[in-house]
C-alpha cells in the first residue's frame, strides 16, 4: 500500500509553504494566482488527497454527524437498529452530511472535535455519554427518548399509547386475562409499554395481575422463556401483548409447540410492524411504529439546528403510532 503523501512534501514540490497549501485546498482568497497554479499543480503531480475532516474544521464546520447506537447483542440483526441506519443514512445523503457510526457501552465516549453534530438513537445506560455531548456543545438531537429533564431536541414515538391502544383492542375482543411480556425495562420505550398496558386495564376495571407480567429482554430467548412460564400458570392467559414483534413470533412458537393455537386458544399482539409480521404462521397484529420517518425528522432537525446561527429553542417531538389488526386475535 502506497505511503499517503503529506502536505509538507506538496510545498516542497511547490515551492511554497504548507500554509499556502492549506489556503489553496481551503479554497481561501488570500493566495496570490501564481502560487496557487503552483499548489494545484504540485497536488495533481502527487495525487495528493486531502483530508477531508482536516479541510472542514480548518473552516470551522464539519458536516459530519455521528450515530450513537447503545451497542447489545445481535444489534446488527435488530429491526429497530436497522430502520434507524435505513433513515439516518438516506438522510443524511439527501442533505449532503457523512456519516459516523459509534457502537456506544456504558464506559464509551464520544470524541466531538471531528463531528458537526451528534444523533442518539436512544438512551440506554449511556446518559453520561449524553451529558458529555451537551456539555462540549456540540449540536445533539436524540431519538426514542423523552428527554424533558434535559436540555436537549428530541424525536421520539408514543410508545404508551400505542401499548393502551393495543390492550384496549384486546379488551374490545372480549379478553380480560391479557399477560404482556415487556422488552428490557432498562429503555424507556419498554417501560412506556408495560405502562401503557397497565392503563388500559386500570381504565377497564381488570386487575393488573403480576404473575402476567413477563420481563423480556427484546431477545428470542427471553420472549421463550416468558411465554412458556405463563402457559405453566394455573390460569393461562386469552391473549398476550408482547414488546416487539420478534418476540411475539418467539412466543407464537412456543404456543403451537404446546398444541395451542394461535388466535384460537391465545390471541398475540406485537409492536414494530417488522416484515416478519407477514410471514409466520398466522398474520401478526401490530403496534406500528414510525421508525424511519423518526430517524429522518432527527436528521434534518439536527441539520437545521448545525446550520442555523438563530437562538436556540428546544424542539420535542412524539410521533404517533397505528394499531395494524391482523389475524392473530380472535373474538372471545
Given at each position: 500500500m502506497a505511503e499517503k503523501i503529506r502536505i509538507e512534501e506538496v510545498a516542497k514540490l511547490a515551492g511554497v509553504s504548507p500554509t499556502t497549501v492549506s489556503r489553496v485546498i481551503n479554497k481561501l482568497p488570500t493566495v496570490q494566482e501564481a502560487n496557487r497554479l503552483k499548489v494545484e499543480e504540485a497536488i495533481r503531480k502527487l495525487k495528493f488527497k486531502p483530508n477531508v475532516i482536516a479541510q472542514r474544521l480548518a473552516k470551522g464546520k464539519s458536516d459530519t454527524i455521528a450515530l450513537v447506537i447503545p451497542r447489545y447483542e445481535g444489534i446488527f440483526f435488530s429491526f429497530y437498529a436497522n430502520q434507524i441506519i435505513r433513515g439516518v443514512g438516506v438522510a443524511s445523503e439527501s442533505l449532503k452530511l457523512d456519516l459516523l457510526l459509534h457502537l456506544s457501552?456504558?464506559?464509551?465516549?464520544?470524541?466531538?472535535?471531528?463531528?458537526?453534530?451528534?444523533?442518539?438513537?436512544?438512551?440506554?445506560?449511556?446518559?453520561?455519554?449524553?451529558?458529555?455531548?451537551l456539555e462540549s456543545g456540540t449540536p445533539c438531537v436524540v431519538m426514542n427518548y423523552k428527554a424533558d429533564d434535559l436540555d436537549t431536541d428530541y424525536v421520539a414515538i408514543d410508545n404508551k399509547t400505542g401499548a393502551k391502544n393495543a390492550v384496549e383492542y384486546l379488551i374490545h375482543l372480549g379478553h380480560r386475562n391479557i399477560a404482556h411480556i415487556s422488552g428490557n425495562l432498562v429503555s424507556q420505550a419498554a417501560a412506556d409499554r408495560l405502562e401503557g398496558y397497565k392503563q388500559a386495564l386500570e381504565k377497564n376495571n381488570i386487575n393488573i395481575e403480576e404473575d402476567f407480567i413477563k420481563k423480556g429482554d427484546y431477545s428470542r430467548p427471553s420472549a421463550r422463556k416468558a411465554m412458556s412460564a405463563l402457559l405453566k400458570l394455573n390460569s393461562v392467559p386469552t391473549a398476550v401483548f408482547v414488546a416487539s414483534d420478534d418476540m411475539a413470533q418467539e412466543a407464537i412458537s412456543v404456543i403451537l409447540e404446546n398444541k395451542l393455537k394461535v388466535p384460537g386458544d391465545i390471541s398475540v399482539v406485537?409492536?414494530?410492524?417488522?416484515?416478519?409480521?407477514?410471514?409466520?404462521?398466522?398474520?401478526?397484529?401490530?403496534?406500528?411504529?414510525p421508525l424511519i420517518e423518526m430517524a429522518a425528522k432527527a436528521t434534518s432537525l439536527l441539520h437545521k439546528i448545525m446550520s442555523t446561527k438563530a437562538a436556540k429553542t428546544s424542539t420535542k417531538i412524539i410521533l404517533p403510532t397505528e394499531l395494524i389488526i391482523r389475524d392473530s386475535c380472535r373474538q372471545i
Amino acid at each position: 500500500m502506497a505511503e499517503k503523501i503529506r502536505i509538507e512534501e506538496v510545498a516542497k514540490l511547490a515551492g511554497v509553504s504548507p500554509t499556502t497549501v492549506s489556503r489553496v485546498i481551503n479554497k481561501l482568497p488570500t493566495v496570490q494566482e501564481a502560487n496557487r497554479l503552483k499548489v494545484e499543480e504540485a497536488i495533481r503531480k502527487l495525487k495528493f488527497k486531502p483530508n477531508v475532516i482536516a479541510q472542514r474544521l480548518a473552516k470551522g464546520k464539519s458536516d459530519t454527524i455521528a450515530l450513537v447506537i447503545p451497542r447489545y447483542e445481535g444489534i446488527f440483526f435488530s429491526f429497530y437498529a436497522n430502520q434507524i441506519i435505513r433513515g439516518v443514512g438516506v438522510a443524511s445523503e439527501s442533505l449532503k452530511l457523512d456519516l459516523l457510526l459509534h457502537l456506544s457501552t456504558e464506559k464509551s465516549s464520544l470524541d466531538t472535535a471531528s463531528v458537526g453534530g451528534v444523533l442518539f438513537a436512544d438512551i440506554i445506560s449511556n446518559k453520561e455519554e449524553l451529558d458529555s455531548v451537551l456539555e462540549s456543545g456540540t449540536p445533539c438531537v436524540v431519538m426514542n427518548y423523552k428527554a424533558d429533564d434535559l436540555d436537549t431536541d428530541y424525536v421520539a414515538i408514543d410508545n404508551k399509547t400505542g401499548a393502551k391502544n393495543a390492550v384496549e383492542y384486546l379488551i374490545h375482543l372480549g379478553h380480560r386475562n391479557i399477560a404482556h411480556i415487556s422488552g428490557n425495562l432498562v429503555s424507556q420505550a419498554a417501560a412506556d409499554r408495560l405502562e401503557g398496558y397497565k392503563q388500559a386495564l386500570e381504565k377497564n376495571n381488570i386487575n393488573i395481575e403480576e404473575d402476567f407480567i413477563k420481563k423480556g429482554d427484546y431477545s428470542r430467548p427471553s420472549a421463550r422463556k416468558a411465554m412458556s412460564a405463563l402457559l405453566k400458570l394455573n390460569s393461562v392467559p386469552t391473549a398476550v401483548f408482547v414488546a416487539s414483534d420478534d418476540m411475539a413470533q418467539e412466543a407464537i412458537s412456543v404456543i403451537l409447540e404446546n398444541k395451542l393455537k394461535v388466535p384460537g386458544d391465545i390471541s398475540v399482539v406485537g409492536f414494530d410492524d417488522n416484515p416478519i409480521c407477514l410471514y409466520g404462521s398466522v398474520g401478526l397484529t401490530t403496534v406500528k411504529q414510525p421508525l424511519i420517518e423518526m430517524a429522518a425528522k432527527a436528521t434534518s432537525l439536527l441539520h437545521k439546528i448545525m446550520s442555523t446561527k438563530a437562538a436556540k429553542t428546544s424542539t420535542k417531538i412524539i410521533l404517533p403510532t397505528e394499531l395494524i389488526i391482523r389475524d392473530s386475535c380472535r373474538q372471545i
